[in-house]
């Protein structure tokens, strides 16, 4: 089965900093790869999703880098803000055809003012 | 819309007690997901459904039922609740015509203790 692999475990930076989160995926054959954001006692909310025909996506201070071959994903957040601290999940489907989702095992994101 | 509702919000249980976890969408999705959450810890699927009528287990649906009668309810069910059952439970649901995996919408949550 799918197998998603999500690193840092825990990420600390400065307001304004960049961060970025990778995460690995095992069956070559997943075409959707969504990240989400937990705010603490909260549901998760997706904040931004890829497909496999397109290598990367912006929404203003956030993207999410694809690489097919090498089987991982990254989201990226520039000029960080403390509002952007929270928990982030990658998730990816057990290949094609599939409703559901692996999820990742999640970075905490912590952004000091 | 609400989107997807979830109650309760919060249950205590004592051990070997039965209970039924609601979870209603009104943005006619046809797929529905239960998830738990353990604290510091990821998501994991525990049933979902295709549709009325079709449901499958997910990663770790041992000690849980669910029904799908209609297209906006999916209720979870925990028979002989025990201590590991704690957890946050959250429903979520998508739509797919052609399948494949969507994007998916999470209800807020039920916060469940087994004592």
């Known amino acids: 089965g799918e197998n998603v692999e999500q690193h840092p475990s825990t990420l600390s930076v400065q307001e304004g900093d960049s961060a970025v989160i990778k995460c690995t995926y095992s069956?070559?054959?997943?075409?959707?790869f969504p990240w989400y954001k937990q705010e603490l006692g909260k549901r998760p909310q997706l904040i931004i999703d890829?497909?496999?025909?397109?290598g990367e996506k912006k929404d203003q201070r956030i993207a999410v880098t694809l690489n097919k071959t090498a089987k991982h994903f990254s989201l990226h957040i520039t000029e960080t803000q403390p509002e952007d601290s929270a928990v982030y999940f990658c998730a990816a489907p057990p290949g094609t055809g599939f409703q559901k989702l692996v999820f990742g095992t999640g970075t905490r994101l912590l952004v000091s003012p | 819309n609400a989107g997807v509702t979830q109650t309760p919000k919060f249950r205590i249980l004592k051990i070997g007690q039965s209970m039924t976890l609601q979870c209603a969408q009104d943005m006619n999705h046809n797929y529905m997901y239960w998830y738990r959450q353990d604290p510091g810890m990821g998501l994991k699927l525990i049933y979902y459904s295709v549709g009325a009528g079709i449901t499958d287990k997910g990663e770790v649906p041992n000690g849980y039922n669910v029904s799908r009668s209609t297209t906006e309810d999916f209720p979870l069910r925990l028979e002989l609740a025990a201590p590991s059952q704690t957890s946050v439970y959250f429903c979520?649901?998508?739509?797919?015509?052609?399948?494949?995996?969507?994007?998916?919408?999470f209800g807020p949550g039920t916060r469940l203790t087994v004592t």
């Open positions: 890829i497909r496999s025909n397109v």
């Open positions: 979520a649901s998508s739509y797919s015509e052609t399948g494949g995996a969507r994007r998916q919408y």
């Open positions: 069956d070559s054959a997943s075409n959707y």
